[in-house]
């Protein structure tokens, strides 16, 4: 039995860094809905990451491909949303991450995003994660709901061996029943190999999958959140939205624009008061 090794930094960009001491963020709207709401939401996360002294990331999907229902939104697809999110970069300055669904799209993909994501359904699509990683972008690869922690060491070695330069694995949750998703903190630990970021999926996490349009406990999301930080992931990632009652994906989970200010701060101070000391994992007995 070894001991959890610490992160080695993923740089995002020139002035974003993951694995450094401080508490990262990914966060923006579950889809790029239009451009004036992704610009809006993005100069105000932008406002906060500044005043927090926080690390961020602009998230927002060009396209959902696992929708309950066939009816759901998708999304305004590849073109329309990549150039949506170079609009992002451009005009408000913060590096951006969307979801890639398969291979093909990795390198147009790659050409606007400074993070690509692998969705939690697609983590072992070894044709994806080798596509993804030969782009010389970081990855952030969604754990599925149907994985142990410790096996996501296959997806970092495809990603490694395509020559990936960083690599953050995240968390959502593990499928309990038909309709929950449990969160196992001691994922953050198993997950911790050696030179990987992990991440706290906020919002997917508070998910109950099923029916016509997925559902969700968002009261649950400070809670969940501290108890990660606490365990020791080392970012999170959360979707908000400025109404999301009127969102048109995943409106039950994204969190109120206007409370996300207060929910970082809280977890800035979780994180400052932990003290990471070596802890016994299984993660690294390969």
């Not at 096996?151 to 949750?173: F, H, N, Q, S, Y």
Request: glycine fraction near 8%; include cysteine.
């Amino acid at each position: 039995m070894s001991e959890a090794k610490l992160a080695f930094p993923v740089h995002i960009d020139d002035q974003t860094t993951f694995g450094e001491g401080r508490l990262g963020v990914i966060a923006g709207p579950c889809v790029a809905e239009d451009r004036g709401l992704c610009l809006e939401v993005a100069r105000e996360l932008k406002r906060i990451a500044v005043r927090l002294q926080l690390p961020l990331v602009f998230k927002s999907s060009y396209a959902k491909e696992n929708r309950s229902s066939a009816g759901s939104y998708r999304g305004p697809g590849l073109a329309a949303g990549l150039e949506i999110l170079a609009a992002v970069r451009a005009e408000v300055g913060l590096p951006v991450l969307s979801d890639v669904h398969a291979p093909e799209e990795a390198e147009p993909a790659a050409r606007v995003l400074d993070v690509l994501q692998v969705p939690a359904f697609l983590c072992r699509q070894t044709p994806l994660l080798v596509a993804c990683g030969a782009t010389g972008k970081p990855v952030n690869v969604k754990k599925g709901q149907f994985v142990a922690p410790e096996d996501m060491i296959g997806a970092v070695e495809k990603l490694r061996e395509a020559g990936c330069p960083g690599i953050l694995l995240t968390e959502r949750g593990a499928t309990f029943g038909y309709h929950d998703l449990v969160v196992d903190m001691r994922s953050f630990t198993r997950m911790a190999f050696e030179g990987v970021v992990t991440v706290y999926d906020v919002t997917h996490s508070l998910q109950t999958p099923g029916g016509p349009v997925t559902g969700g406990r968002r009261e649950f999301a400070l809670p969940l959140a501290r108890a990660a930080v606490a365990a020791g992931a080392q970012a999170v990632f959360l979707e908000t939205h400025p109404d999301p009652a009127r969102a048109r994906s995943d409106a039950a989970t994204q969190l109120p624009l206007a409370m996300v200010e207060a929910l970082l701060a809280e977890l800035k101070r979780v994180h400052a008061a932990v003290v990471r000391a070596p802890v016994p994992s299984t993660a690294h007995a390969r």
